[in-house]
């Protein structure tokens, strides 16, 4: 479909590359162990994955500061299982998840596979509006950062996508422009919609089961990019 027009492709990366909520999960396994949290796994994410998402949203629309993100998140969650915890323990548990996930590695099927399909045919670049000292991390741990040229994220662009302006500057890093580029990633209203705005084709990895759209095409598993790509 986009044949001899693309020449500059653009990744987010959690929910995109990075499995986020398979590596959250491992996290978290870990860290309420270790702080003798005596809630259950499966208890604690059915509550906080929902929580997780809305408190990004709040934090892409600029209304909570990262460490409120990082705090409110999680005291949410324990005050919506009626379990008490301390500030002290919150905030432990912030720094712990931020210091232990990105040690774990897994990435969505046929991530590697993909990636090294396109690499010999486009620029390959990531747009992230997570955090920047975990994001390098990441995507070296999984083995997938020699794959990538341009890595932009919002800290660095001092504003969070759907922002325009964080993807002008990822043009602008690339050394392309917007009619040569196309944006892959989880989130309609972040990456499809943020991108369309600024002109890049989308692709959108529908990984939530968001309902079906008109605005771009939707794949569900990133083999799926090779029809397009």
């Known amino acids: 479909m986009f044949r001899g027009v693309i020449s500059d492709v653009f990744f987010d990366l959690d929910h995109t590359l990075w499995d986020f909520e398979k590596n959250s999960a491992l996290t978290f396994q870990k860290i309420l162990k270790e702080r003798n949290i005596n809630v259950g796994l499966s208890d604690f994410l059915e509550v906080y994955i929902p929580i997780n998402l809305a408190f990004w949203k709040l934090y892409r629309e600029e209304r909570i500061t990262k460490s409120e993100l990082r705090y409110q998140r999680l005291k ?22 931020i210091k232990y996930l990105s040690s774990y590695n897994h990435l969505f099927p046929n991530t590697i596979e993909i990636l090294e399909y396109l690499k010999p045919k486009y620029n390959l670049h990531i747009i992230t509006n997570g955090f920047q000292e975990i994001q390098e991390k990441k995507m070296v741990n999984s083995n997938i950062r020699d794959f990538f040229d341009q890595i932009i994220n919002s800290e660095m662009a001092g504003v969070k996508k759907p922002n325009p302006i964080i993807f002008e500057l990822a043009l602008n890093s690339a050394n392309t422009i917007p009619e040569n580029s196309i944006m892959i990633g989880d989130s309609l209203e972040a990456d499809i919609l943020g991108a369309k705005a600024v002109g890049l084709h989308t692709l959108h990895f529908n990984v939530h089961d968001d309902p079906h759209h008109g605005i771009c095409d939707m794949i569900h598993d990133l083999s799926e990019i090779k029809t397009f790509l």
């Open 76 to 97: 949410t969650v324990f005050d919506e299982l009626r379990y008490s915890v301390s500030d002290d323990i919150i905030n432990q548990l912030a720094v712990d998840y």
